[in-house]
């Protein structure tokens, strides 16, 4: 077993120091193996080691500056730290590589960096271009509901909503925003409550989370119109 494979399979059982420090000694041995410097970076994003994954980063760019799989980790960065004008200029270059598989990974991430800066339209247009290949990804297809919600268009959402329940029928998120679009779609209020109550029976306290703050919401919407 090599020893990339070898440190996310610590990761996963939570040794995340012998994770890294295995990392750090096949970047020390084999100083040309790019894909070391990409499993250290994105253990240490996952990690929340932030500063030492950007010196990573950097370091690995220098060698190699124009590695996709670098450029996108380090999109991944900048996402996770709450960044989504950095993020969008790695993201971007990636997506525009003429021949990369991580041009559909690219163009979700784009998409959710635009989600980030409250622009709904824009991500729309890169998460349906990741959509064909990733029909049955219920978390794009989440966002892609997300998106028609946001713009008012809420037949198109109810849709995406209605597809993410059937791919994952145990997704108390779907439920959810299922029940949330039958509220502007004025369906009756049995057929709102049963999709409430299956978010509620799968997840108990994230439905009362999201309860809580769509209930916010309508109270502002409220006192806006007063």
């Known amino acids: 077993m ?6 996310f399979q610590l990761w996963e059982q939570g040794k995340l120091n012998e994770a890294i420090r295995l990392l750090f000694e096949e970047i020390e041995e084999q100083t040309e193996n790019s894909d070391s410097y990409c499993n250290l970076a994105s253990i240490l994003i996952l990690a929340k080691k932030y500063e030492d994954a950007q010196a990573v980063l950097e370091t690995a760019l220098q060698k190699y500056p124009n590695h996709l799989e670098l450029l996108y980790t380090f999109g991944n960065l900048y996402y996770y730290k709450n ?5 969008l200029v790695y993201f971007e270059r990636v997506f525009q590589a003429e021949e990369t598989s991580l041009k559909n990974d690219a163009a979700i991430m784009i998409g959710q960096c635009y989600l980030m800066l409250e622009n709904p339209k824009k991500a729309l247009v890169y998460l349906l271009l990741a959509y064909p290949e990733n029909s049955k990804d219920s978390l794009l297809i989440l ?7 946001q713009t008012g268009h809420f ?3 109810k849709g995406y909503f209605e597809q993410a329940v059937a791919v994952t029928p145990d997704n108390d998120e779907a439920w959810f925003k299922r029940g949330v679009i039958g509220m502007a779609l004025n369906e009756s ?7 409430f109550k299956t978010s509620h029976e799968l997840n108990p306290e994230a439905h009362l989370k999201r309860l809580q703050q769509l209930q916010a919401i309508e109270k502002f919407i409220q006192f806006q119109e007063e």
Request: proline residues 4%; glycine residues 4%.
């Open 2 to 7: 090599n020893r990339n494979h070898k440190a």
């Open 83 to 87: 960044m989504p004008e950095k993020s």
């Open 143 to 149: 966002l892609i509901g997300d998106c028609f919600m």
């Open 155 to 157: 037949k198109e959402a």
């Open 189 to 195: 209020a049995t057929t709102v409550e049963s999709f």
